[in-house]
């Protein structure tokens, strides 16, 4: 999937995890649409844009976000019942 990306976009590297996952956070804790430039307001370090947009791809790829007329809306929602089970496992 990121080689399809990479392939369409002529990136030369991969985001980072830790990028990733910090985009992912600000846009699950605003719960609300977003532009790609509020988005790079309201994170805690500074992205390039062609990596924030790299990492958009992605998380729409994978049915984590929408992208729409009015913005970026993050649209996942958490399996409770798996951190239900999660908890109760034994650790091996």
């Known amino acids: 999937m990121v080689q399809i990306i990479k392939k369409r976009k002529g990136v030369s590297h991969s985001p980072n995890l830790n990028t990733v996952l910090m985009v992912e956070e600000t846009l699950k804790n605003e719960g609300e649409f977003m532009t790609v430039a509020e988005i790079k307001r309201r994170l805690p370090r500074k992205v390039m844009h062609q ?3 790299l990492i958009l791809d992605y998380l729409q790829i994978s049915g984590k976000i929408l992208i729409g ?4 809306l993050w649209v996942f929602t958490e ?3 798996l951190d239900e089970l999660i908890s109760r496992g034994t650790e091996v």
């Open 51 to 53: 990596t924030l947009i």
């Open 69 to 72: 007329t009015k913005g970026i």
């Open 79 to 81: 399996r409770k019942e």
